[in-house]
């Protein structure tokens, strides 16, 4: 009985401090997920298709990648390639976890990588080390990313009441293109992800100039990766980044 109740109590320890640790990062995540929520109403794809969005695709930026395809008329597979390759990096996240989780069932570990956000995955990775007590990393892990998640939805909730609210003379597509600034500054911390982003940038620029339509995100997103691996291949970073992006 001691056990049991000594064990229950550093699950739900863990829970917090994972939670306390992820709480200073919703202050940007909270608005974008706002965004997330009024941009489909502003484009007339409607509520439901935000909050859907939100529920299964669970990523920002992914998320708003692919609700801009569909709006400007894209099919459903470009916009599955534009969110998936924006979400490439989770790949590299999950493997890096993955050591840390290889005592975890199945079924738990689906549930990590559908809970793994950029935010998520920065307060374990920093946390978990080779001296740390395995049995506490799972609950450290999902009383952060509960917390997110849970702050996602109900901010997308909410940016779909506003943007029924907003009157038609106000645009919200705007906002798009904002998000994706604030969330590319801060991931230029060296040469390799600069040269990434002007690559990418202007790959995109040039694709849609050519007559690429919808599949110009993708030829930036191409180009962009391209360049900045081969750059970090010329110009190693001293340190790893971790881009922090508002979620999923």
């Known amino acids: 009985m001691t056990d049991d109740s000594s064990v229950h109590a550093g699950w739900w320890e863990e829970m917090g401090a994972g939670a306390r640790a992820i709480a200073p990062m919703l202050v940007g995540v ?17 509520g439901a298709v935000a909050i859907g969005f939100s529920t299964i695709v669970f990523a ?45 069932r199945l079924r738990i570990r689906l549930l990590v990588a ?15 080390g080779r001296h740390d007590d395995p049995r506490r990393r799972l609950p450290y892990f999902l009383g952060g990313a ?15 009441f506003i943007g029924a609210a907003v009157p038609p003379s106000i645009p919200l ?39 690429a339509g919808q599949l110009a995100l993708m ?3 191409v180009s962009g990766i391209t ?9 190693p970073p001293s340190e790893p980044n971790v881009p922090m992006e508002a979620s999923g």
């Open 114 to 128: 559908y809970l793994l956000t950029d935010q998520a995955y920065a307060i374990s990775i920093t946390r978990w």
């Open 30 to 46: 909270v608005p974008f997920g706002l965004v997330a929520g009024a941009t489909p109403v502003a484009h007339h794809l409607g």
């Open 60 to 104: 920002g930026a992914s998320q708003l990648a692919a609700l801009v395809t569909l709006s400007s008329g894209g099919s459903a597979v470009v916009a599955a390639v534009a969110a998936w390759t924006i979400n490439l990096r989770l790949m590299l996240y999950s493997a890096s976890l993955a050591p840390h989780l290889a005592r975890e």
């Open 227 to 235: 360049a900045g691996a081969v750059a970090e291949w010329r110009w």
């Open 146 to 160: 509960l917390v997110l998640w849970s702050a996602w939805q109900v901010s997308t909730i909410v940016g779909v």
């Open 173 to 211: 597509g705007f906002t798009v293109p904002l998000v994706f600034l604030v969330l590319l500054i801060p991931t230029i911390a060296n040469r390799p992800s600069g040269i990434a982003a002007v690559v990418g940038g202007v790959g995109a620029v040039l694709g849609a100039a050519l007559g």
């Open 219 to 221: 030829v930036g997103a």
